[in-house]
């Protein structure tokens, strides 16, 4: 069972920057895949970034060239750095944790706020 624990949604202005944390535990398997998705007042969840335990990532369109999402496999923790943020960037931000052989985990979200 992974644990996941989010940190550092918030208020930004746009054009601002913030940097998503999120660390897991609970599991002495590797985690395969981990990520961000999110999802806003009246939409499905989407994805917006993620990456695999060999440093490959994806990114949806509307994010490219403003986010980046790494890891530290050694803390099993991944971050998703959010530049020149938008209004329509704001949601719930959830971080995903993949094992292959054991599904997926979710954290309880981070509220991502970008408004003058």
């Known amino acids: 069972q992974v644990q996941l624990v989010e940190s550092g949604g918030g208020l930004v202005q746009p054009g601002g920057s913030l940097r998503l944390s999120c660390a897991a535990s609970?599991?002495?398997?590797?985690?395969?895949?981990m990520g961000w998705y999110r999802q806003a007042p009246g939409k499905q969840r989407e994805l917006v970034a993620s990456?695999?335990?060999?440093?490959?990532?994806v990114y949806a369109d509307s994010v490219k060239g403003r986010f980046t999402v790494s890891r530290d496999n050694a803390k099993n923790t991944v971050y998703l750095q959010m530049s020149s943020l938008k209004p329509e960037d704001t949601a719930v931000y959830y971080c995903?944790?993949?094992?292959?052989?054991?599904?997926?985990?979710w954290g309880q979200g981070t509220q991502v706020t970008v408004s003058s």
């Open positions: 609970g599991s002495r398997f590797s985690i395969n895949v």
């Open positions: 995903l944790a993949r094992q292959t052989l054991f599904g997926d985990y």
């Open positions: 990456i695999t335990i060999g440093g490959s990532t």
